[in-house]
């Protein structure tokens, strides 16, 4: 297997449509893209709770990538549904759905520097539509992605308050 092709060394890649600068917007959201997939991927491998539900995002950002460099469509329309009903089952029970510094738990910090990675690649792609035009739905899917990291940052700190008053009650009866 040939890793080194030395075809971008003169700052160009590939994509379906040909070369294009490695200074490009397009590349700048595919980075952002693959970049929320390595940090869901670090997150899955921390929390085996979330493995599950990372490697599915993995894959819708995989979709995401092949959309932008030309190799199909990602069908977000449907994976942004997908997400919406998972936030409405997360947040069904949570009357009080605030926004909270993630201090003492580390899996709703991860949570929540997923959300502002995904932000992040969420703002450059709305920059890349300013160049060339993508699938809107790309970009709605982005936005329902970073609401989704948040819905699971509450549930994390939720679920780690209600464990460590289980604890805390549990330890005090010894």
Avoid at 25 to 36: A, H, I, N, S, Y
């Amino acid at each position: 297997m040939i890793v080194t092709t030395k075809t971008g060394d003169q700052g160009t890649t590939e994509i379906q449509s040909g070369r294009i600068s490695k200074a490009d917007p397009l590349l700048e959201v595919l980075g952002d893209l693959d970049e929320l997939s390595a940090e869901c991927l670090v997150f899955a491998s921390l929390t085996p709770a979330y493995r599950l539900v990372m490697e599915a995002l993995v894959q819708d950002l995989s979709a995401g990538c092949a959309e932008l460099a030309g190799y199909g469509e990602g069908q977000f329309g449907q994976r942004r549904e997908r997400l919406e009903l998972e936030i409405q089952e997360i947040l069904k029970d949570r009357s009080e759905f605030q926004f909270h510094y993630p201090l003492t738990c580390p899996s709703s910090a991860l949570l929540n520097r997923l959300r502002a990675v995904s932000r992040r690649a969420e703002r450059h792609w709305w920059g890349l539509q300013n160049s060339r035009k993508t699938n809107p739905q790309l970009g709605i899917y982005l936005n329902r992605l970073s609401d989704y990291f948040f819905a699971l940052q509450i549930q994390a700190a939720v679920e780690s308050k209600s464990s460590s008053s289980t604890n805390s009650t549990a330890d005090s009866a010894m």
